[in-house]
């Protein structure tokens, strides 16, 4: 595959599994393209016009031609320096990469991960709460996440990539999406009862499974596992953690417990102050779980995949 090719398919996959349904997905698309056209023509050419096909801001080629032929991948959660030296020894070795593949956006993606984070206030409406206050609750959330992403050294991982001449790409929401709603599936035919249910059927999945062997599979964070599950919301998409003030109206919408990846310590106190349950499934195991359904559809093509950095490898 040419990698304007496995580009297409990510976005693709990740539009089908959107949280919001892929005729509002489109809606955000179209919006993007009426935006783009009542630019005057200087601010056109500042226009990210990857907009107007692909509405996850923190999912990009970061580098490579787009005709460039692509057999192996290097994948991983995090690609940083090392991971890339990594990729040129192999190599050395005689195991070339043709694209090493993020799931943690690097580059202009990370510097627009806010951007995505608009995904939470659909999501929070579906849930039941209303459209005007999820936009409230999160506008104050996304300008904070967007002023802590501004002084970072977004580039640094694209510059090597550059120099050693490797693709790089990231592959962010759509992965998140598509953990979301196996696990929205998963948690709908099973039907949990208590917390200790979801905990069960969370160790099934292998990427959970393996996690627990390296002491970082699911947890029950607030609450207990005796205690009735009630409404699962699964949290797993939306760029990063929401607002603090999400889980008082999350549960004034009838949410029992919250099945995440990782939780901050402020954000867990507010969930226990609104007497939800939060059970963390495990960050890069949840993270595997996604680029994993995005590596089986890549490895149907007939790409080889190897994988880094914390990404436990399972196929479907």
């Given amino acids: 595959m040419k990698i304007a090719e496995i580009y297409k398919l990510i976005v693709q ?10 005729a509002e997905v489109q809606k955000l ?34 580098y490579g031609d787009d005709e460039r032929e692509v057999k192996t991948i290097l994948a991983g959660i995090d ?25 943690h956006p690097e580059g202009k993606a990370l510097a627009a991960l806010h951007d995505v984070m608009h995904l939470q206030e659909d999501i929070l409406y579906k ?28 580039n640094r991982t694209v510059d090597g990539a550059k120099l050693l001449d490797l693709p790089l790409m990231c592959a962010h929401t759509p992965a998140d999406n598509l953990v979301t709603t196996f696990l929205d599936r998963l948690f709908a035919e099973r039907k949990p009862e208590t ?51 999400a889980y008082a109206k999350l549960a004034d919408a009838g949410v029992g417990t919250i099945v995440g990846m990782h939780i901050g310590e402020k954000h867990r106190k507010e969930a226990e102050k609104a007497h939800l349950n ?19 559809e890549l490895e149907k093509q007939g790409i080889e995949v190897l994988c880094c950095s914390g990404l436990i490898r399972h196929k479907r």
Wanted: glycine share 10%.
């Fill in 79 to 103: 690609i940083e320096m090392g991971e890339l030296l990594l990729a040129e020894h192999l190599a050395v070795k005689g195991k070339k990469i043709d694209l090493v593949l993020a799931h």
């Fill in 13 to 22: 996959k990740g539009m089908e599994a959107d949280p919001r349904g892929l």
């Fill in 29 to 62: 698309l179209d919006k993007n393209r009426k935006k783009f056209e009542e630019l005057k023509p200087e601010e056109q050419a500042e226009f990210d016009q990857e907009q107007l096909s692909n509405p996850y801001s923190d999912t990009r080629v970061l």
């Fill in 195 to 245: 917390v200790g249910d979801i905990i069960k059927i969370l160790k099934e999945i292998p990427e959970f499974k393996e996690a627990v062997k390296v002491n970082a599979g699911p947890t029950v964070f607030v609450g207990s596992k005796e205690r009735r599950a009630g409404k699962i919301f699964v949290d797993m998409t939306g760029g990063t953690g929401g607002s603090e003030d």
């Fill in 278 to 296: 939060v059970v963390i499934a495990g960050h890069m195991s949840s993270d595997s779980l996604g680029m994993n359904l995005i590596l089986d």
């Fill in 127 to 154: 849930l039941g709460v209303p459209i005007n206050i999820a936009e409230d609750i999160m506008s104050s959330r996304i300008a904070e996440v967007k002023r802590g992403l501004s002084p970072l050294n977004h």
